[in-house]
DNA sequence: GAGTTTGAAACT
DNA sequence: CAGTTTCAAACTC
């Protein structure tokens, strides 16, 4: 592998969601992406940088060369100025070439951004290019995800992993594939709408018209590409991403592209935020608010920069028929100051949008280059199909740690015709030891632009890339560590059950409302990526960056999987890593292995007879592709879409909720336990065996279930009795006859107590033997052993009254069981 | 690893 | 809706 950067078995992703709270952004509150904080500002000086950069970068694509050239730039960016507005010459979007640029690291690792034809380049200042720069802390990516359909709200998540992550490892957390199916249908996924403006605040926000107003020309030498061609649909990807630096603030990176017809032109933009707090204050972006930055159709590229960011550009030849895309990116300044917004030097990236109808919807695929060639990130864009969307609610899975590889990923679409639910998947293959991803390395003193790529391949063809921009600091690496249980060895996916995105949109009718369950955005530290399609609406992409985290926050738990290597190990190995974030803190980045809504490692299933095209299927009944199953003639693969959606309809056609999770929360008292939503109907195994679903979840049985003999319950006197209290009692049992018979009556109501949570109404003598009652009785046989030692009884003759005692207490437990049936 | 048990899903 | 069959996971040996 040319990358190895890992330090990495033990690199772990995070992720968390931000600034939940804010519904809606005005148009001001735009500059809220940008993250800018400061009044600094580039100097024009720095844009002389830009165009000399801008002027290498050319010199270096006119040579057409695929690999090995690179672009150093050394800049540092520091100012108070405004940004001004820099003309670069345009290429007309009639040129149906397509640029692919990669970044290099010193690893030689690329990063390749296709595009459409249309290119704007922006004078990358602020980039430096620096190699052997080691973060020694953590990086951060921030996504923005937002609905489908264009309306609600949009949500910011953060992804925290290891900047000493490897390329592959970086690699791993682009390729994940995040399938977001909320309640209401919505996808995840970045939409934007044609065309408007963003404009600056005086504090150095980014604007979208200067952004737009930074263009560059294309480089002469191009390799056309003859990948696929998306449809004109609009295409847009949003993604934000952020890195910390270890004194200044959160960079973040919000890159955007739409694809159309109409409207070639895609856009990255990278933002650079000094704040201190590793968070960066993001917030929740509505739908049009989204669409509105995206409506620029240039990717604006600012990558913060430490004391010096270094970025390595190089760029690979690659043909396109697709129009070419702009692709901006500013460079924003270090640790003191605030962010910044320059039109980027002359790192130009292009985005491909590819065009064929049988493409599956629109994702993005990193191009694994050979070991010793950089590695290359391909961003693409292709049209989406166009898509129904089916009922209920969003899901999003993300496989879980699966090593990226440019085999056989899979993103995936499924279309129910008067449904809202869409189904989108990434399915990772394991690394072949190729990297698909670019790195940049970074050093406390330098930050550097991080790219990460993904690799994916649909039928025949890659598609999808990611770049992250990153930069480092001399933070202090936060980690979050897969569950031991997820950490089997297998390479198994972690799943993010449709419930977990469910249950943020609760109450389901909001389509619009994009809500990201945590235990999704854990399984995206985890390295994956989330892609959803929509027929109207673009792509999402995530897009992994490395950079320095504080470990401020008390709030993290910090999470290790033993077993499990790093998310960005670049191994094989495709342990999946989970951090699951509960909603509630996860603000802050409170990180648990906690399952909040039912999130469980995805086993491989075994299926044989049902082609995985079925609910016995466990991958497919959670709407994910079989990816390393053991199963046999499985069509749960985007190789039999038409055949899976069939299946899909046909199963939400016997039972609409078919793919909605089956953990919820209880309702009735408005308690906050997970309770199975169907119930389970077990005869046999008491429901203290994993056929039973709700013991399966670890959670009691309920109103819902139709078990029969169900010892899977809870006995709220048990709960709430403490151990303390339950001592006194056994205390009390011993010393006295009279406790003894206390004790006696004690059971006896417990006996007579309705069952706590059947619902069944058939409860069997046994099921009164609640882990209280058998509790009480051995009370009562201790007594009664105390009581014949104290009175001087022989052995024989206190076995059999203890013996009578027992007795005695089966009988009141059977006499309860009776009388509760009766009533 | 093979065979059995179990309960959800599918089918009638 | 209930009964039966199919299926794959869980479990046992």
């Not at 609600?152 to 682009?174: D, N, R, V, W, Y």
């Not at 072949?432 to 970074?442: D, H, I, L």
């Not at 069939?646 to 199963?651: F, H, L, Q, T, Y």
């Not at 809870?714 to 011993?734: F, R």
């Amino acid at each position: 592998m040319s990358t190895n950067n890992n330090k990495g078995q033990n690199t772990r992703a995070l992720v968390e969601p931000l600034a939940l709270d804010s519904r809606t952004l005005g148009d001001s509150d735009l500059s809220a992406l940008s993250l800018s904080h400061g009044n600094e500002q580039y100097p024009s000086n720095d844009f002389e940088e830009f165009a000399n950069i801008q002027a290498e970068l050319e010199c270096i694509n006119s040579e057409g060369v695929m690999t090995d050239e690179r672009i150093v730039i050394d800049e540092n960016v520091e100012t108070d100025t405004t940004v001004p507005d820099v003309e670069m010459a345009e290429i007309s979007e009639q040129v149906q070439t397509e640029h692919v640029y990669t970044l290099a690291n010193p690893n030689n690792q690329n990063i390749v951004f296709q595009t459409k034809p249309t290119v704007q380049r922006v004078p990358v200042s602020a980039v430096q290019v620096k190699p052997n720069i080691c973060p020694t802390t953590q990086s951060q990516s921030i996504m923005i995800v937002s609905p489908v359909s264009g309306q609600g709200t949009s949500q910011i998540l953060k992804i925290s992993h290891p900047p000493s992550a490897s390329a592959e490892q970086l690699q791993s957390l682009a390729q994940t594939l995040i399938t977001g199916k909320s309640a209401d249908g919505s996808v995840v996924q970045l939409r934007t709408q044609p065309a408007k403006s963003v404009t600056t605040s005086a504090s150095g926000n980014i604007t979208i018209n200067n952004m737009q107003n930074v263009k560059f020309s294309q480089p002469a030498t191009l390799k056309r590409t003859t990948q696929n061609v998306s449809q004109g649909r609009n295409v847009y990807t949003k993604m934000i991403l952020t890195g910390n630096q270890s004194q200044s603030g959160t960079q973040q990176v919000l890159i955007t592209s739409s694809q159309s017809e109409n409207q070639p032109a895609q856009g990255i933009k990278f933002l650079n935020n000094t704040s201190s707090s590793y968070v960066s204050p993001t917030k929740n972006i509505t739908l049009a608010q989204m669409g509105t930055i995206l409506s620029t159709n240039k990717q604006h590229i600012l990558p913060t920069s430490s004391p010096k960011q270094s970025v390595i550009l190089n760029k690979l030849l690659q043909s396109s028929t697709s129009q070419q895309s702009k692709v901006t990116i500013i460079p924003t300044n270090t640790v003191k100051s605030p962010t910044k917004i320059l039109p980027a030097p002359t790192l130009s990236i292009q985005a491909k949008s590819s065009t064929t109808a049988n493409q599956p919807p629109t994702f993005i695929t990193a191009k694994s280059s050979t070991q010793q060639n950089p590695q290359k990130v391909i961003i693409r864009q292709g049209s989406l199909k166009p898509s129904n969307v089916l009922g209920s609610g969003q899901v999003i899975r993300i496989p879980a740690n699966q090593n990226i590889v440019t085999g056989s990923n899979q993103v995936h679409q499924i279309q129910m015709s008067g449904r809202q639910v869409q189904y989108v998947r990434l399915v990772s293959t394991p690394s072949t030891g190729s990297t698909n991803v670019v790195t940049v390395g970074k050093t406390k003193a330098s930050a550097t632009l991080q790219t990460v790529g993904i690799g994916q391949k649909i039928g025949n063809q890659q598609q999808i890339v990611k770049v992250v921009p990153l930069n480092t600091g001399n933070q202090s690496l936060r980690t979050v560590a897969p569950k031991a249980t997820l950490t089997t060895s297998g390479g198994q996916k972690l799943l993010i059950p449709a419930a977990a995105a469910a249950a943020a949109a609760v109450g389901g009718q909001s389509k619009n409302a994009v809500a990201i369950p945590a235990s999704a955005l854990s399984q995206l530290a985890s390295g994956q990526a989330v892609l959803s399609t929509n027929p109207n609406v673009g792509n999402i992409v995530v897009l992994p960056a490395q950079y320095i985290q504080q470990q401020q926050s008390t709030d993290e738990v910090k999470l290790k999987s033993p077993t499990t290597p790093g998310l960005l190990s670049s191994s094989q190995s495709s342990t999946a890593t989970l951090c699951v974030i509960d909603g509630k803190n996860s603000q802050r980045g409170v990180y648990s292995n906690v399952e909040p809504n039912g999130i469980r490692p995805r086993k491989p299933c075994n299926c044989t007879k049902s082609q995985c095209l079925k609910l016995y299927c466990d991958c497919f009944a959670n709407g994910e592709f079989c990816h390393m199953c053991n199963c046999n003639n499985c069509s749960n693969n985007l190789g039999n879409e038409e055949e899976r959606q069939r299946a899909i309809k046909s199963c939400l056609e016997r039972n609409p909720n078919a793919f909605r999770p089956k953990i919820g929360k209880g309702r009735e008292t408005g308690e906050d336990i997970r309770r199975h939503n169907k119930g389970c109907n077990c005869k046999r195994s008491g429901c203290l065996k994993n056929y039973c679903e709700c013991y399966e979840a670890k959670i009691p049985c309920s109103g819902n279930c139709k078990c029969i003999g169900c010892r899977n319950i809870v006995d709220p006197i048990l709960q709430k009795k403490s151990l303390k209290d339950l001592a006194e009692t056994a205390e009390t049992v011993k010393t006295t006859k009279l406790s003894l018979n206390k004790t006696q009556l004690q059971l006896s109501e417990m006996a007579f107590r309705p069952p706590a949570t059947s619902n069944t109404g058939t409860r069997q003598p046994f099921n009164f033997l609640t882990e209280k009652v058998v509790e009480i009785t051995c009370q009562c046989l201790m007594a009664q052993a105390e009581e014949a030692e104290r009175n001087m009884v022989d052995d024989e003759t206190s076995q059999r009254l203890i013996i009578e005692e027992f007795g005695r207490c089966l009988k009141e437990i059977i006499q309860s069981a009776h009388k509760a049936e009766a009533t």
